[in-house]
Structure formats: structure tokens, C-alpha cells
């Protein structure tokens, strides 16, 4: 069977910079055929350094989800939201344990 594709835009996207990118990384091609090549090479050999701390996957301690931090931003809006300070979703850790306690 064959499949039907549809593609259209769509309407509440135009500025979409996705669309952007794929226009410029086309634009590269023409002009330098090996740059798509050469984008991706340079991303396989990017690395992180020995020094820089990743982020742990653990779990939220309110709702149980997986988290990096103690509680999910979830729950961090969540109960910013109850607390009457919706400004604790958005900023340091730190800022946000010394309001909450």
C-alpha cells in the first residue's frame, strides 16, 4: 500500500526557526557540500570536560517523578502558585530553599 503524505505549513508557526535553520543549512550545501558533514563531525567531537558536574536523575520527593533536583519544577509552580509567590519557579535553587523554608 502506499502511504499518502500530506505536507503543508502550519499556520501558527511561520517564524518557526527550525525552518530558518534547515533554509541556512541548505544555503551551506550549495555553496560547500561537505558542511552538513563537517556540522555534524564537529558535534560528535565536542565533549564534555572531566571537571564539569552532570546533572543526577533522581526522583521528585513530592510527586515521585524524575527530577535532577529534589522536588520537579512541577511542583515547584505548584506550590509557588499556592504560596501566593509564582516568581519561585523561575530563578537559583538556593533563592528558592531559603523562601521555602
Known sequence: KSL???QQSVFYSPNAYRG???TYLKDLEKIRPRAILDIIKS???MAVKEEVKMPTQSLC???GYISSSELCKACIMLD???RGRPELSIGKNCKRKKILK
Open 61 to 63: 520527593s513530592q510527586c
Open 4 to 6: 499518502i503524505i500530506l
Open 43 to 45: 558535534g560528535e567531537d
Open 80 to 82: 509557588g502558585l499556592n
Open 20 to 22: 530558518h535553520a534547515r
